[in-house]
């Protein structure tokens, strides 16, 4: 069965610090990759999603993910995180064929000013 | 458009009640599905739909459980007796096309407290 981990549970940076969150499935055939956040109170929203192509992808407000099949990974980073990102992260894997997505169990991250 | 639309976006009830979570998706989205979170166990997918038909109910916890999607823009979770273990924040999702193809979009989700 597929699953999701993601080893940072809770993150706390300051301002201008740089971010890499981990990212490993478990799945052997071909997936899609998402990162989801959730700010406070508010919904889950898509960051990036990465289905085919350059591994290396660019989503909202400065975030990438790169996709390295051989480590069965999809880290995200920021150069510099801003308060703003204060929030929730969420690593998704969508294995072709199941047509399911499964999450892993979230990073927090707290960025102080 | 309105996005995914929950109801009751807060529930208190007592242990042994019956609870039912609504969900309307986005019109034109032809897949549904329903989470849950957890701080322990984070966000599970308990079933999802394709075009109003249940595909995958795996995720269910127990027969307790039950969801329903009699038309395209409706979808009810009902979980019958609740126990205070179902204490959560329940999400719906909506998609439209298959998985290669298009997002999830989240409703602001129902938390659930089971007395």
């Known amino acids: 069965a597929q699953s999701v981990s993601q080893h940072n549970h809770h993150v706390i940076l300051s301002e201008a610090a740089s971010l890499e969150l981990g990212c490993n499935y478990s799945?052997?055939?071909?997936?899609?990759l998402f990162w989801y956040v959730q700010y406070p109170g508010q919904h889950l929203q898509l960051l990036l999603k990465?289905?085919?192509?350059?591994?290396l992808v660019k989503g909202i407000k400065g975030f990438e993910a790169e996709f390295i099949k051989s480590k069965f990974s999809f880290n995200l980073r920021k150069p510099s995180v801003q308060w703003s990102d204060t929030a929730e992260y969420f690593c998704?894997?969508?294995?072709?064929?199941?047509?399911?997505?499964?999450f892993g169990t979230g990073t927090r991250l707290q960025v102080f000013p | 458009d309105a996005g995914v639309i929950q109801s009751p976006r807060h529930e208190v009830t007592e242990m042994g009640q019956e609870v039912t979570l609504r969900c309307k998706p986005i019109s034109g989205h032809n897949s549904l599905f329903w989470y849950r979170q957890t701080m322990m166990r984070g966000l599970e997918l308990l079933i999802y739909?394709?075009?109003?038909?249940?595909?995958?109910d795996s995720g269910m916890p127990e027969d307790r459980f039950s969801a329903k999607m009699p038309n395209a823009s409706f979808s009810t979770l009902k979980i019958q007796p609740s126990e205070p273990r179902d204490s959560a924040v329940y999400f719906c999702?909506?998609?439209?096309?298959?998985?290669?193809?298009?997002?999830?979009?989240f409703g602001e989700g129902s938390r659930l407290t089971v007395l």
């Open positions: 739909f394709n075009n109003n038909v249940p595909i995958d």
């Open positions: 998704a894997v969508n294995a072709r064929g199941p047509d399911k997505l499964i």
């Open positions: 990465y289905f085919s192509g350059d591994p």
């Open positions: 799945y052997g055939g071909t997936v899609n």
């Open positions: 999702a909506s998609r439209k096309g298959q998985v290669d193809t298009g997002e999830l979009f």
